[in-house]
């Protein structure tokens, strides 16, 4: 059974906290908390574009426990932490700032292994924080009921009673449905507050997708340069990927000899996208069955063309040479960040793709046999 699982780093959304909008305001943040250590210190942190807290601000803790923060927002708003005491054991908060607001904060500080740590927010004039806080309040319902269903489990596997088992499970599935449902009826409420982005994280790209669409819909249309939507939306496009009888998406990156080629310059033959790096070891234990197909069919109209997620020209060059890839090939160096990868939803590497003489995908994550029966059904 899985738990709904709210955390700082969302599955879909690639925090960035730059963007543009509210550039330079002020938030203020006040709170007290409960517990006090040696250290009598807050932290702030700032989630940058790799989803790493970094501490830009401290505040003492006063003796009648409270703290304050006078925060300039980073242009757009940002997803912010605090970070009481910066201990194992420390509370860390999310708060989620556009610049204006005035968000208050009670909190325990400290979290256990047997109890997280208490805490309220409250903000008069803050979106995020009245949203985050219905989306908090939604998954702990679900976690009560879910922690109830975990020691019925236990008892009816001791007993292995499948029964009730198979109850409990269809139960659980019902509770998190509806859970879902009720975040999915906010966002058209949330809007284009980054809590929007954040609320991403209940939803499951494979079933819900239609709905991220429709997120990723309203930030294109009124944030269209916000770079705190512009990895959600990204990454979007990258579940989406390409399917199997639609157009072949265009790809133009430079090739070892630092020229653009177009892959629509391979029209007219049948053209297999390879996607690999040097770095990838199941990539290069492939290519000596690509090298084997492409010598095979390469005189019946077949072409590959290799699209590298490297970020070392020398080390993709090398794996060139060294694996004996004759073919074409072309890299933008840029990693997963490759403008190729996010178009046709590459995931994972190897990757491939095999279009037909008009460029529409024919077929897509064939390998070794599969590959080869292919290329003999079509080039025969």
């Known amino acids: 059974m899985n738990k709904i699982i709210l955390s700082i ?10 963007a543009q909008t509210n550039e330079g305001q002020e938030a203020v943040i006040t709170g007290k908390v409960s517990n006090i250590v040696p250290d009598r210190k807050v932290y702030l942190q700032l989630i940058n574009g790799r989803g790493t807290p970094i501490t830009i601000d401290s505040s003492d803790v006063k003796e009648d426990h ?24 420390s509370q860390k908060l999310l708060v989620i700032l ?31 924080v009245e949203y985050f806080n219905k989306l908090v309040r939604l998954n702990q319902d679900l976690q009560v009921k ?47 507050n980054l809590v929007a982005l954040w609320a991403t994280n209940f939803l499951n790209p494979e079933t819900d997708l239609e709905t991220l669409k429709e997120v990723a819909g309203r930030f294109k249309k009124d944030k269209p340069d916000n770079p705190n939507a512009k990895p959600f939306i990204e ?83 090398n794996a060139i040479k060294k694996d004996g890839l004759v073919w074409q090939h072309v890299s933008d160096l840029q990693f997963w960040n490759s403008a190729a990868a996010v178009a046709y939803g590459v995931q994972g590497i190897p990757a491939t793709f095999l279009l037909d003489k008009n460029g529409n995908v024919i077929a897509k994550s064939l390998r070794g046999e599969e590959l080869e029966r292919k290329l003999e059904e079509v080039l025969k």
């Open 9 to 18: 780093s969302l599955a879909v959304v690639s925090l960035c906290s730059c």
């Open 66 to 89: 409270s703290f304050t923060f006078k925060e300039k927002v980073v242009k757009g708003g940002g997803f912010y932490i605090l970070n009481f005491f910066n201990m194992e054991l």
């Open 98 to 128: 556009e610049g204006g607001e005035k968000v208050n904060i009670i909190a325990d500080g400290m979290d256990t292994p047997a109890k997280k740590g208490a805490y309220q927010i409250t903000s008069p004039n803050s979106k995020n």
């Open 146 to 192: 879910v922690e109830g269903w975990n020691k019925q489990m236990a008892t009816a596997q001791a007993k292995k009673d499948q029964t009730t088992i198979q109850k409990i499970q269809n139960d659980f599935q019902v509770a998190q449905q509806a859970t879902v449902d009720k975040v999915k009826a906010l966002f058209p409420e949330m809007g284009t």
């Open 235 to 317: 990454n979007l496009k990258r579940l989406q990927g390409v399917n199997v009888g639609s157009e072949a998406p265009e790809i133009a990156l430079k090739t070892p000899e630092d020229k653009v080629l177009n892959l629509s310059s391979l029209r007219g033959k049948y053209v297999l996208i390879d996607f690999w790096a040097s770095w990838c070891g199941p990539c290069r234990r492939e290519n000596p069955n690509v090298v084997r197909m492409y010598n095979k069919f390469k005189d019946k109209g077949f072409e590959i063309y290799g699209v590298s997620l490297d970020q070392d020209k020398d080390a993709w060059i």
